[in-house]
């Protein structure tokens, strides 16, 4: 078993036949889905859907993109979102000094603004970087609670950083691509205790499938090079990890989630 510890379920390109992509997930072998909102209506969404999928849960806030559209209005709509059943990260919230479609300003604020939203509901973090790298490490130094850097593009010392302040390192589909060598580096020389793996699924889908749409049930490829790459097998990467994201996460999909509230609520909606 694995476990998709980041994707997007709640986005359009899924509407049509997401039941049939869980139930493609389940039977790969994926024990639960972290769907990750990034707007306030696709946070909703991400809720609706843990809501309806008992190997579903959500994590809520606003991405780097977005921040351009952040007020007061939205921290209080988070603010109570994260309080929702089956809510177990923030994120994922960040920088992405590539595309820019926030001024850089605009991100880096937002971004402080929602550490300290984060830090008030108790949740991890779920880290978006791009292009941003010391930027995040400077505005991360202080944090304590735990997160995860989402899609990790940085090296094995910004990893080690990473590490020595309390973060899990996550592994996309990319990590399956021929030209992938800095990430296999890093996936070859951190703690496996240390490593999620991840779909961000519908993008970043990895071979075999590259060209394809991406889903949870893809995730099994990116274990699987993980194995390869550290030499041992699929079954010992799949139980590690998601024993990682369990811990980080406070889940198990066997029994009752501990949510930001405190109120420990039945899976079995």
């Given amino acids: 078993m694995v476990i998709d510890s980041h994707s997007h379920l709640e986005v359009k390109g899924f509407d049509r036949d997401r039941d049939a992509v869980v139930e493609r997930a389940l039977q790969a072998g994926v024990e639960a889905i972290v769907t ?39 921290y209080d709509a988070l603010r109570e979102l994260a309080r929702q059943d089956k809510v177990v990260a923030y994120g994922e919230i960040g920088l992405d000094f590539y595309h820019n479609h926030s001024p850089r300003q605009v991100q880096i604020r937002c971004f402080g603004e929602q550490l300290e939203l984060a830090r008030e509901v108790g949740l991890p973090i779920v880290i978006h970087d791009r292009e941003a790298h010391r930027q995040i490490l400077e505005m991360l130094s202080g944090w304590q609670a735990g997160g995860v850097i989402h899609c990790f593009s940085g090296d094995y010392n910004m990893a080690r950083i990473c590490l020595d302040r309390g973060f899990y390192i996550s592994v996309p589909g990319t990590v399956t691509f021929e030209k992938a060598q800095p990430l296999r580096n890093v996936v070859r020389r951190i703690p496996l205790e240390r490593l999620l793996v991840e779909t961000d699924a519908p993008f970043l889908t990895p071979d075999p499938h590259r060209g394809k749409r991406n889903e949870p049930a893809f995730v099994v490829h990116t274990a699987r090079k993980v ?43």
């Fill in 36 to 74: 990750v909102g990034t707007n306030l209506k696709d946070c909703r969404k991400a809720i609706a859907l843990a809501r309806q999928y008992p190997s579903v849960y959500a994590a809520i806030g606003i991405h780097p993109h977005d921040s351009k559209d952040i007020d007061v209005e939205t």
């Fill in 227 to 269: 194995a390869e790459i550290r030499g041992i097998s699929l079954e010992e990467v799949g139980t590690v990890t998601s024993g990682n994201v369990k811990a980080l996460f406070g889940i198990d999909p066997r029994g009752p989630v501990e949510t930001a509230a405190g109120d420990r609520q039945d899976r079995a909606l």
